[in-house]
């Protein structure tokens, strides 16, 4: 059995930050991408940041220069530092985590179940 648990999520003001952190647990072999996503009513599911075992980043380019993804990978956590925080970044945030668990020959994508992040003009 393998989780992915979001916390951090909240409200907060337009220019204000806050911190995501996403911790998979379970029995996990391995860990490869890790990942954040959001999804704003009545739109798709988008990708935010990702982020490799070996480190390497990759960033949506509304985000850029403002959030920053970071791993640690004895903790199998990621997380998502976000800053200067507008009103469109008003959505609901998922990790996921591509990984292989105790038993399986491959990996798979797990997600997590979601933090509400609110921005407020």
């Known amino acids: 059995q393998v989780q992915l648990v979001e916390s951090g999520g909240g409200l907060v003001q337009a220019g204000g930050s806050l911190r995501l952190s996403c911790a998979a647990s379970g029995s996990i072999i391995s860990i490869n991408a890790m990942g954040w996503y959001r999804q704003a009513p009545g739109k798709q599911r988008d990708l935010v940041a990702s982020i490799t075992s070996a480190g390497s980043t990759n960033y949506a380019d509304s985000v850029k220069g403002r959030f920053t993804i970071s791993r640690d990978n004895a903790k199998n956590t990621v997380y998502l530092q976000m800053n200067s925080l507008k009103p469109e970044d008003t959505a609901v945030y998922y990790c996921?985590?591509?990984?292989?668990?105790?038993?399986?020959?491959?990996?798979?994508?797990?997600w997590g179940q979601g933090t509400q992040v609110t921005v407020s003009s």
């Open positions: 996921n985590a591509d990984l292989k668990r105790l038993g399986s020959w491959v990996s798979k994508l797990y």
